[in-house]
T-cell receptor, first 116, second 116 residues
Framework: EPEVTQTPSHQVTQMGQEVILRCVPISNHLYFYWYRQILGQKVEFLVSFYNNEISEKSEIFDDQFSVERPDGSNFTLKIRSTKLEDSAMYFC??????????????FGPGTRLTVT | DQQVKQNSPSLSVQEGRISILNCDYTNSMFDYFLWYKKYPAEGPTFLISISSIKDKNEDGRFTVFLNKSAKHLSLHIVPSQPGDSAVYFCAAGPGRSGGSNYKLTFGKGTLLTVNP
């Protein structure tokens, strides 16, 4: 069964450093998302990406965050200058993009980001 | 901002019995509702969904009920099995008229434990 993969599984970085989280979506999916879950809190939407551009972003997704799909396969989330409060589990999700089934998003296993 | 609420952080049931997980929402723009299951160290896994034009959707042992007037949905698992032990997230998305790009708003989750 096709699945969303994410690398690395765990990233430790120092405050102020840049990190890039990578995701390989399911091959025929057209909608891509990043969500995050701070420990003990709910899963929160960060950004959606369709047709090579951001289609929606949350208040969390400020100028320190960016996404791109550089080679048509990987979908990346970059945090330019990490803060302690960016420590969380980051999930990539993808959806096929056919009407309401686009809500049925397939999640990757997540990248645990720890900012020290 | 708790647009999707799961008021029970945990639920414990005996194997073979029914598990009922509840979810309330406040945003009347929500048009599509989903349940996700999450095991430790994994991403959320899509379980079952329901559109606001329906009041029930069934898939094997899993049934989701939607009471739109009460802004309430529930997930019934019958019969419950020990392998169902996981965190269950309720999620909701606005319809296209809500300017959505299919982003999901999650509840905090309910930890279901099914005892043998």
């Amino acid at each position: 069964e096709p699945e969303v993969t994410q690398t690395p599984s765990h990233q430790v970085t120092q405050m102020g450093q840049e990190v890039i989280l990578r995701c390989v979506p399911i091959s025929n999916h057209l909608y891509f998302y990043w969500y995050r879950q701070i420990l003990g809190q709910k899963v929160e939407f960060l950004v959606s990406f369709y047709n090579n551009e951001i289609s929606e972003k949350s208040e969390i997704f400020d100028d320190q965050f960016s996404v791109e799909r550089p080679d048509g396969s990987n979908f990346t989330l970059k945090i330019r200058s990490t803060k302690l409060e960016d420590s969380a589990m980051y999930f990539c999700a993808t959806a096929v993009g056919l009407g309401l089934s686009s809500y049925e998003q397939y999640f990757g296993p997540g990248t645990r980001l720890t900012v020290t | 901002d708790q647009q999707v609420k799961q008021n029970s952080p945990s639920l414990s049931v005996q194997e073979g019995r029914i598990s009922i997980l509840n979810c309330d929402y406040t945003n009347s723009m929500f048009d599509y509702f989903l349940w996700y299951k999450k095991y430790p160290a994994e991403g959320p896994t899509f379980l079952i969904s329901i559109s606001s034009i329906k009041d029930k959707n069934e898939d094997g042992r899993f049934t989701v009920f939607l009471n739109k007037s009460a802004k309430h949905l529930s997930l019934h698992i019958v019969p419950s099995q020990p392998g169902d032990s996981a965190v269950y997230f309720c999620a909701a998305g606005p319809g296209r008229s809500g300017g959505s790009n299919y982003k999901l708003t999650f509840g905090k989750g309910t930890l279901l434990t099914v005892n043998p």
